[in-house]
């Protein structure tokens, strides 16, 4: 009998997340299915984050643990050693919320981003919907509900310079790209845990200089003119003592 085909890789990352990180995998374990992988990208971890992954050899199809230079470089080395078509990157903190044997058959188009909604469990709330170019320009899709397609993440690997957003980027990137569509699907695919989960507790300062520029390079020009003055007035208004919300963090 051969092995079955791999269509989805779920990518996990993760330093020194013992505290957290059993119940991640015993959320895959629970949910995953014949042609879904999972694999583990440890950053050099010193808290008995090892000795977890190596209890649950059964769950955990690949790992990998070395140092790197933060989240997304060790996202797009996760990528690199991914055989699925499709790619789900769920936090070490996260919970998959969804049997994925039901979003195999919807993963139909090898050129489409499918992704769906996240329930936050801080601010109890289920996070959003499907998303316009407009709001995309306004905030992100949370990364944990998205199977990026691996020409996507091929084509557009993470940007380390963001330390805190590059899926954001590279959502606008694949937004604009005509190579690619946007598929929403209406299910909960992740528990996210919005109380440590960088890109909702702070802005990444490379985005934040960059915004009005990616507005202008990936949206459309009413869209790109709406966002980047918004952008514009806030930071003026922060240099005047402003303690407000930028325009580019998750609400």
């Known amino acids: ?36 992988e999972y694999i583990m990208i440890d950053g050099g971890s010193t808290d008995g984050t090892i000795d977890i992954i190596d209890r649950h050899a059964d769950t955990i199809t690949l790992w990998h643990s070395e140092p790197d230079q933060g989240i997304y470089d060790a996202m797009n080395k996760g990528v690199r050693l991914a055989k699925g078509r499709w790619i789900l990157f769920l936090g070490c903190d996260d919970e998959l919320a969804m049997n994925l044997s039901v979003v195999l058959p919807l993963l139909q188009d090898q050129h489409t981003l499918y992704y769906g909604d996240s329930y936050w469990r801080q601010s109890k ?21 998205i199977f990026y397609p691996r020409q996507a993440l091929d084509k ?45 507790i702070q802005a990444d300062p490379v985005l934040e200089q960059d915004y009005p520029a990616l507005m202008w390079r990936y949206f459309p020009w009413p869209v790109a003119l709406w966002r980047s003055g918004i952008a514009f007035g806030g930071r003026t208004l922060r240099k005047l003592g402003w303690k407000g919300r930028p325009p580019y963090t998750k609400r």
């Open 125 to 145: 709330r289920t996070y959003d919907g499907p998303f316009t170019a407009a709001k995309l320009a306004l905030t992100n899709i949370c990364q944990q509900g």
């Open 1 to 36: 009998m051969t092995a079955p085909d791999i269509v989805i890789s779920v990518i996990t990352v993760v330093r020194n997340g013992a505290a957290t990180l059993e119940k991640t995998i015993a959320s895959v374990a629970g949910h995953r299915c014949p042609g879904v």
């Open 156 to 200: 557009y690997p993470f940007d380390p310079c963001y330390r805190y957003q590059a899926d954001w980027v590279v959502n606008m990137q694949c937004f604009h790209d005509p190579a690619f569509a946007f598929r929403y699907i209406p299910h909960t695919i992740a528990i996210y845990n919005d109380t440590t989960g960088l890109s909702s």
